[in-house]
Each structure stands twice: as C-alpha cells, then as structure tokens.
C-alpha cells in the first residue's frame, strides 16, 4: 500500500499489509475492549473525546499537512477539518448521554423504558477526500454510545489511517478502543464477515456501497451507507447574483471539488441565467489551481490521476453532447494532477455532467423557466445527498425544499455537515444518518425492558 503525493506525482511512504493474523489480533482485541469499555459511564467516555479534540489542537500542523500531502486539499481547509473534528469529538461528549437518556413509556407493566445499548465493534470504512474528518464523525458517536471501532482507511492515505489510531492513543484511549487495519479492498467482505463486527458504517461510492450493502445483508449486520451526491444549486430569478455567485464557486470548489455535498449541479431560472454564467465562468477562471501547501492556492490537485482522466472524460463527452465550455475544460500541464477550473453551461440530461457525481472543479449549469422546472430538474438524478436554494424569498426557498429528494436541504446557505444536525442522503445517496441524535442511535441496540 502506498501514499502518493498528488502535487507532484511522488511517492511518500510505503505500507505493508496487515496479514491476516494481525487483523484477527486486531479484532480479538478491539472486542476485549469493547467488553469493558461498554461497561464506563458517560463522564469517562466523555473525557477521552475531550482529550481526543485537545490532541487534534495540539497537533493541528502536523495533521492537516499530512491531509494535504496525502490527498492534495488546500492547507487552510486541512487545518478547518482538524478543528471540525476537535469540535465534533467535544459535541458527542457533551450531548451522547441525552441523546442516549432511556425513555420511560407509560404501560400496562410497573415501569416500562426503551435503553440504547451499544453493539459491539464498529467496522468503519472510510474514503480518502476527508481523512480525518469522516472517520471521526462516525467514531466519535459510536465511541460515545460504548461501541468500540475499527478503521479501514482508503489505501492512498495510510498515514492519516495510522495518525488517527495515534491520535488516540496519545489521547489516553485504551489499546483497541481505536483501530486502524491497513487491508485492501479486496479484503473488506471478510472483515465484514468477520465474527468480531457487529455493524459497518461506509462513506464511498455508490458501487462501493452496492458491494458492502451486499455482504453485509448477507451476514445480516447493520450498515450505514453514506454515498455518492450530485446535489442541485437553485438560483431563482430573484436572488441577488453578486452575493450568490461567490458562493457557488465556494459550494462547488471545495475540498478541490472532491466532495460528495459539493454542489455540482447549478440550475437558474431563465432571466438571470446568462448574467449568473457570465459572472461565475470570470470567477472560476480566476481562482488559483497550484500547490496545496501555499496558501495562495484556491484549488489543489485532483488525489490520483485516474480521478482526473474521468472529470476530463466527463467534460469532453458532455461537451460532445452540446454543452458549452464556458471557462476551463482540460488537464493542466507539468507534475502532479492538476485539472483547471472548468464551467460547462446548457448541460441538460442524458450529459455525463448532469447524470453522474463529478468530483473535481467542475461546475455544470443548466437553464429552467421556472421554480417548478428547477425543482423537477433537480430531482431528475440517481442521487438524493444535499440540495440548496437560492432566493430573497425565504419562504418561497423553505416552501420549495418539501419537494426536493434529498437527505438535506439549505435555503440561502452552502450544504455542509454539522455535529448536531443529522446527515445522510436517500436514493442512490444510500440511507442510514451520521451526526446528533439520530446518527447516536444508528449502532445501538434498541432495547425494550418491561418490568412488572
């Protein structure tokens, strides 16, 4: 296994494999610990997370820069994902004990509850675009609910695997309440399998999740899936374009386009179409595309270079289909898999930009008459991940997002995931939530106790 750098195609470290004798010890370990560990109350569950967003502070530097170096985002945003992560470890051990407060139910019994126990070891397999932040996000609530968990990290980003069982460790959790096991994935339906996982939680791809939804079925274990997106920007003929269009780039841009909220798809009412495309090509073509480590830099590289040959393919064939390159469209020349920031408008389906996810600085614009259009034409994708309007009208915006088909909706703001709301996606999006109560719950024993 092997980490490369994107910025410049060189590689940084070598990882050999866990054999499967290690990942049994692994397993036979994080299982001892979770018999124990299900057994601590709260408070000492509490002053682990605690210590675990002191740790990610401290060291802050260094993990974002290994982020950077790993997978190519800009530095300033590797530094915001370790704080996120601080703030999302502190928020699950303030609230996990009311969230997770047995409720009394009135019956014909003498006292009547329902507990949230946990279940065991937590299988999560989490993707390379935020390498701290997704594994995090899904430990920190299984590990507050008396869960113990096991990571298998994206195989391009070994280090941010074994910084985060570290991180652990410096921060006082016991050996196996945190895991990394360094596995293809060619391996992962026998770790599912694996007697010592009681529930998988995956953020990847559709057709990671298609695999892992499968084998988990198969074993009968709980899964959360958390997928692809290819979520619609609304723009109705009443927003106010010169606040809007900033914050299109910044929705479409981040994490260099590499993220499955990213809005992709930007659909605009016919009156302001032409001024919105005009305004967002000038500023997308005058963002920054170069090394992720100078904080210049507004876009880094693409993580591999297999990444950049599909969006290159994805603009050449919806181009090829009768979209409009407005601004962008190609490879960037010398090292590393740099991609320029592209603008495609008159993209309608049936184009590869408008029907699959595209993960790069890709943006597609597609022109409406009407909200009602908007909002048909968003809903016409396989994904159902995050969805944003965009008017003066906040009611109009709230009254809108009851139709749209999406596990998250934002009036006027970028979609992003936040510790207390819950997160997740419908459709091919995948099903399951992460994050606040809901998300608590997802690895839990539901437990009815009835007491005469």
Known sequence: MRSVN????????EYPEHDPAEVQRRLERAAATFATWRRTSFAERSAILVSVARVLRQDRDRFARLMTTEMGKPIAQAEAEVEKCAWCCEHFAEHAE?????????????????????????LAIMPWNFPFW???????????????????HASNVCGCALALESLFGDAGAPPGLFTALLVSSARVEALIEHPRVAAVSLTGSETAGIAVGRSAGAALKKTVLELGGSDPFIVLADADLEAVVPQAVAARVQNNGESCIAAKRFIVEEPIAERFERALGE?????RVGDPLERTSDVGPLARADLRDELDRQVRESVERGAVLATGGRRLDGPGWYYSSTVLSRVTPGMPAFDEETFGPLAAVSRVPGAEQAVELANRSRYGLGASVWT?????????TRDLEAGATFVNGIVKSDPRLPFGGVKRSGYGRELSAAGIREFVNLKTVWVR
């Open 6 to 13: 994107p910025a410049t195609g060189e590689p940084i470290a």
């Open 98 to 122: 009311r969230y997770l407060a047995p409720r009394e139910i009135a019956t014909d019994a003498a006292r009547s509850l329902v507990r949230y126990d946990p279940l065991g070891v937590v």
């Open 392 to 400: 003066r009208d906040r009611e109009r915006g709230e009254a809108l």
């Open 283 to 287: 500023r997308m073509a005058a963002l």
């Open 134 to 152: 997704q594994v995090i996000r899904c430990a920190a609530p299984a590990l507050m609910a008396g869960d113990t968990v096991v990571l298998k």
